[in-house]
């Protein structure tokens, strides 16, 4: 299955973007979706993920300000960022499972400026 991310941009301080994770495949409403990103010289981190029937999840630094969304007849996975950071800079990954194994999106850009 092949994930395709986008949505990524820059945008000031504050501001907000929505990324969207469309996948070439049927992913399983019940199965993981999530986002994870990767800043410039760190390891890649969990972000927020959602599955039906299961509160979504999300990282102690983007609750509050970032919604996880699904819309599984699209087989596409959102994530709405509000008041954006600085360090909200990275980029940021799609992740789902498929089939019994997970794939990753080949990740979009998200540029915070102060």
């Known amino acids: 299955v092949q994930l395709q991310a986008s949505g990524g941009g820059l945008v000031q301080a504050g501001g907000s973007l929505r990324l969207s994770c469309a996948a070439s495949?049927?992913?399983?409403?019940?199965?993981?979706m999530g986002w994870y990103r990767q800043a410039p010289g760190k390891q890649r981190e969990f972000v927020a993920s959602?599955?039906?029937?299961?509160?979504?999840n999300y990282a102690d630094s983007v609750q509050g300000r970032f919604t996880v969304s699904r819309d599984n007849a699209k087989n596409t996975l959102y994530l709405q960022m509000n008041s954006l950071k600085p360090e909200d800079t990275a980029v940021y990954y799609c992740?789902?499972?498929?089939?019994?194994?997970?794939?990753w999106g080949q990740g979009t850009l998200v540029t915070v400026s102060s």
């Open positions: 992740k789902a499972k498929y089939r019994s194994e997970y794939y």
């Open positions: 495949r049927t992913i399983i409403s019940t199965d993981f």
């Open positions: 959602r599955r039906s029937g299961r509160d979504p």
